[in-house]
């Protein structure tokens, strides 16, 4: 932990060369212990020069489709992993050395990702360097109240970070995102926390609750995390409490968690931990200011399971300025969702049309009387669920919604699609996907011969 506290205060070229000694040192130990990167780095001249850009790209699907000999321990066999997931009731080690977890599978496949105790030690190390950025640092005997509301189940990184990573300096309490609102409020008020640790969704949510009377807490943090907080639900979270809002971005595959410092310039990605390339579809660099539309991502300190310029479909936008904190590592501006997020419609002249979220956001943001909702993109059209808020009627919700989406989508040059709109009393959450809510979901193939389109002068 002190070592991560230590690189905060290094300069650009000082963190510079400790990622080219760190990823000189993976590439080589991947190469001599992985049958899979032995094979794949065959027509690289691996050396003492080599960079990011000379090495091959690799994804989950062929990851998964090569699980056996992409990592470097040879007990690790992807059907023992599975039976051991399957099992799991906490925080059991497999093999008595490694925890074992999988993604949500959002995206459509779910990846299994290994850690030994060093690399998990590493990962825990760099969410208390979180802590310390918002201003969380140890305080005794009044220790800090957390409430996590994230996944209940094991299989998951939030969960079994928050079991493993319980001390005596803190008390913690663990609820899960898939249960009721009324079940939270009334915990939370019977907890009383100074620290709530949720996704943004479901703060949002909450915090609706406490503007109407029914929750009454007074957290002086909120920390956000694993899906896309929009401005209404920040507004939302500032009214209800006024709390210091922060925002962590984090997989499950890099290891590492980022957030922005008190300032709040952008979210910093721990340059130490993971090296973050930002690419346009073609796998070009996209320069800083412009949104990617993925991620390359490369773990410096999994080897285990090496992950070396691995695809990831997360849309971000790289700040053109260094944050005036200090710090040495590069700054998040936005996080945009996922490219799988977006949806396309037709264009009036038969071609696709590629609609980003946050279209969906805007158009759905402004309409007060909207507690919640979701869209699913589907063959006969749109399909979205509303929960409204108390006290309100839908009457011209519906039509409010239909007007907003169809004047966004003919300033895109998309024909509009029948949309739907049916008022529901909750949206349900998927335990499966870590009760996460995809906002935006499209059941349609997407063309992939559309061009991304800058969003910011859309």
Known sequence: ???????????????????????LSLVSYATRHSPFYKELYTPVKVGRTIGLSDLPIT???????NFDRFVTDPRLKLMDLQTHIRQLTRDEYYLGKYRVLTTSGSSGLKGVFVFNRKEWSTILAGFNRCGLLTGLSPRIPNRWKISSILADNPQHATYRMTVSGQTHLLRTQQLSATASIESLVNALNTF????????????????????????????????NGAEVRTKEMELNMREAWGANLFDLYGTTEGGAFNIDCPLHQGIHIFEDLTIIEVVDEKNQPVPAGSPGYKLLI???FNYTQPLIRYEMSDMVTISKEPCPCGLPFRLIARVEGRS???VYLVGHQGQGIPVHPIHFWSAMGVIKEI?????????????????????????????????????????????????RVRFVDKIDRDPSAMGKVKLVQSNIRKNRSVPFIDINNS
Request: hydrophobic share 35%.
């Open 1 to 23: 932990m002190l070592k991560l506290n230590y690189h905060n205060r290094w300069t650009g070229e000082e963190l510079e060369e400790y990622q080219h000694q760190q990823l």
């Open 59 to 65: 994804d989950k699907a062929t990851m998964m489709d």
């Open 192 to 223: 009383q926390p100074d620290v709530l640790s949720v996704y943004p969704s479901i703060a949002s949510l909450l915090a609706i609750e406490q503007l109407e009377g029914r929750l009454s807490i007074h957290p002086q943090v909120v920390l």
């Open 298 to 300: 490369t773990n410096l």
């Open 340 to 342: 799988d997020d977006i």
């Open 371 to 419: 507690k919640e909702y979701r869209v699913v993109h589907e063959g006969k059209g749109m399909n979205i669920s509303v929960v409204l808020r108390k006290g309100t009627s839908g009457d011209g919700v519906a039509n409010e919604i239909k007007a907003n989406l169809g004047k966004g989508f003919e300033k895109l040059g998309a024909k509009c699609p029948d949309i």
